[in-house]
């Protein structure tokens, strides 16, 4: 099983701000990354997939980068809308998620 | 529009069976790869199973193996998850995921609204 690490697990930021998010694999899985958003009650939302693939409808502060095993999900200039929880997924083999980063509001 | 409804809340007893469906709505079913996720208080997202409504067939991971059964109804476009053997370890919000074409990759483009199981 592909061991998907995030960091930090808590980010604070200001509205407007730039917000940079890490996940790393315990072995390559090439640009096989995608990019969830969490909000409470509601599931998940797509944004990122191929690793820097925005997803239909995803506004263009949200941008994805990285191979292999290092991946970066960047929120360019953070929204009120954009606090919320957010995972990466691998599926170069069956899917596994990491534990997730907290965006909140500093 | 894809939307994706699941059923409502559960309360369970130790080693019982749970049954979540999910009802999906919109786009073309036999397209779907229909995916079963939960998310533990304080956990992460946890992959437990997929079935491709098409052809019935069914993908799980090793951990689930044999206490999962994922399935679909073509003539109701819904989808069913059983979790057996329940033990509190089990209590999870339960969600459908959606990968919009069987053939693709595992990512997945719609979600439900999420399923509580408690077990106690």
């Known amino acids: 099983e592909t061991v998907m690490t995030q960091s930090p697990a808590t980010l604070s930021v200001s509205p407007g701000e730039r917000a940079t998010l890490s996940c790393r694999a315990s072995q390559s899985v090439g640009s096989n990354l995608a990019w969830y958003q969490h909000k409470p009650g509601q599931g998940p939302r797509l944004l990122i997939h191929g690793a820097s693939t925005r997803a239909t409808g995803i506004p263009a502060r949200f941008s994805g980068s990285g191979s292999g095993i290092e991946f970066t999900l960047t929120i360019g200039s953070l929204q009120s809308e954009d606090f919320a929880v957010y995972y990466c997924q691998q599926y170069n083999n069956w899917p596994t998620f990491g534990q997730g980063t907290k965006v909140e509001i500093k | 529009q894809v939307q994706v409804v699941q059923s409502g809340a559960e309360l369970k007893k130790p080693g019982s069976s749970v049954q979540v469906s999910c009802k999906v709505s919109?786009?073309?079913?036999?397209?779907?790869?229909i995916n079963w996720v939960r998310q533990a208080p304080g956990q992460g997202l946890q992959w437990l199973g997929r079935v491709i409504p098409l052809s019935g067939t069914t993908h799980y991971p090793q951990r689930f193996q044999g206490r999962v059964t994922v399935s679909a109804d073509k003539s109701t476009t819904t989808a069913y998850m059983e979790l057996n053997s329940l033990t509190s370890e089990d209590t999870a919000v339960y969600y459908c995921a959606l990968k919009a074409l069987y053939w693709r990759p595992d990512y997945f483009d719609y979600w439900g609204q999420g399923t509580l199981v408690a077990v106690s």
């Open positions: 919109g786009g073309t079913f036999n397209d779907y790869g």
